[in-house]
């Protein structure tokens, strides 16, 4: 496909368990990042990649949120004991390079924690 | 501090007629990127437009024009000749030089009746 995948499309995980969202951008893109949309609201930054490396990871709202890019391409976002305030759609997004202006979104995964 | 506001929750248009999507921006960087993105109901974001505060025209594509005010840090999105398929939910975003990540508001619902 063209553009951007991430799997799975829901998730529900009970209040504790860990998750592991991933997303495949769109090929040869360099850019990588991830965004946290709450119910109602606009999407806010989580983190960034150039490649394999996490050049941003300001947005991470707690050390349960791990990202990783291993190798430039493919990237999981991780949620360790999940609780009920990280229910959202969490959508991931590609651009070609540093400083292209448009990024690229996947149709994103809906987490449901209970 | 980079921000957006959108402060229309929702706008109803009647098809075939034109419709203007709010947003105002707030940034003490001279050089900026304010984009917006359509997401219907299946939760992708779609990129419908692009301007860079230094351009000297207002951007267009298609049925879609940016408003740029730039004194009044403004950026409007005018959508003309209203279509069913433009039911959605609409997101201004800003991108500040020196920075990768997307600031979004918080969105408008557009409905657009037969």
């Known amino acids: 496909g063209a553009g951007v995948s991430q799997s799975p499309r829901y998730k529900v995980a009970k209040r504790g368990q860990d998750v592991a969202l991933r997303c495949d951008p769109i090929?040869?893109?360099?850019?990588l990042f991830w965004y946290q949309q709450a119910l109602g609201q606009g999407p806010e930054f989580l983190t960034y990649?150039?490649?394999?490396?996490?050049?941003?990871k300001s947005g991470l709202p707690s050390d349960r949120f791990f990202a990783e890019r291993p190798e430039g391409s493919v990237s999981t976002l991780k949620i360790q004991r999940t609780q009920q305030e990280d229910s959202a759609v969490y959508l991931c997004?590609?651009?070609?390079?540093?400083?292209?202006?448009?990024?690229?979104f996947g149709p994103g995964t809906r987490l449901l924690v209970l | 501090a980079q921000k957006i506001t959108q402060t229309q929750p929702g706008m109803f248009v009647q098809e075939k007629e034109a419709v203007t999507l709010d947003c105002t921006y707030d940034?003490?960087?001279?050089?900026?990127?304010l984009f917006w993105y359509k997401q219907p109901s299946s939760g992708e974001m779609i990129f419908l437009i692009y301007?860079?505060?230094?351009?000297?025209q207002n951007a267009t594509e298609g049925r879609y024009s940016l408003n740029f005010q730039k004194a009044r840090k403004s950026a409007n999105l005018v959508i003309s000749a209203s279509q069913l398929g433009d039911s959605a939910m609409y997101f201004c975003?800003?991108?500040?030089?020196?920075?990768?990540?997307?600031?979004f508001g918080t969105g408008t619902r557009l409905l657009v009746s037969p």
């Open positions: 940034t003490s960087d001279p050089s900026y990127g």
């Open positions: 975003a800003m991108r500040e030089e020196g920075f990768q990540k997307l600031v």
């Open positions: 301007q860079g505060s230094y351009d000297q």
């Open positions: 090929s040869g893109h360099v850019s």
């Open positions: 990649f150039q490649n394999e490396a996490q050049l941003d």
């Open positions: 997004a590609s651009s070609w390079e540093t400083g292209e202006e448009t990024q690229y």
